[in-house]
């Protein structure tokens, strides 16, 4: 079993990590996660970038993927759709929950909620991820 600490230490140096995105649990039903939104988030001022939305929404349903996996398999996604809801503003923590709606032999569905700490959901985000055999 990957703990959320082997996850988190799989993104540091890499764009999440850079992020700041922190992986605080994980199993292969359900993946969470959370970001500090802070000024370097930003397209606007006190306004989180959309990209930024969709990397930490990524990250946790390939993460969900890497779980799922068969031995020696690796993961990119091939396709992500994403629903934009609410601002998430500066100084707050955004709060990332990916589930699997479809495990396959050659194709993993996850779709990622994320939200601020009241509840209020921030985007929705559905992701394919491709299942790439073992050499």
């Not at 292969?28 to 996660?33: A, S, V, Y």
């Not at 990250?59 to 390939?62: C, E, M, P, Q």
């Given at each position: 079993m990957i703990l959320p600490e082997r996850l988190s230490?799989?993104?540091?140096?890499?764009?999440p990590g850079l992020l700041g995105l922190r992986v605080v649990e994980a199993t292969?039903?359900?993946?969470?996660?959370e970001?500090?939104?802070?000024?370097?988030?930003?397209?606007l001022?006190?306004?989180c970038h959309g990209g930024v939305l969709m990397t930490f929404a990524d990250?946790?349903?390939?993460a969900g993927t890497i779980l799922n996996l068969p031995?020696?398999?690796?993961?990119?996604?091939?396709?992500?759709?994403?629903?934009?809801?609410a601002l998430a503003p500066v100084g707050q923590t955004i709060y990332g929950e990916a589930?699997?709606?479809?495990?396959?032999?050659t194709t993993q569905v996850w779709q990622t909620r994320v939200t601020l700490k009241d509840g209020k959901p921030v985007a929705l985000v559905i992701q394919t991820q491709i299942v790439m055999a073992g050499k």
């Open positions: 230490y799989l993104a540091t140096g890499m764009f292969p039903e359900c993946i969470r996660g970001l500090d939104v802070t000024d370097r988030h930003c397209t001022p006190g306004r990250t946790l349903g390939a031995e020696g398999a690796g993961t990119s996604t091939i396709e992500s759709k994403t629903n934009f809801f589930i699997p709606l479809h495990r396959g032999r």
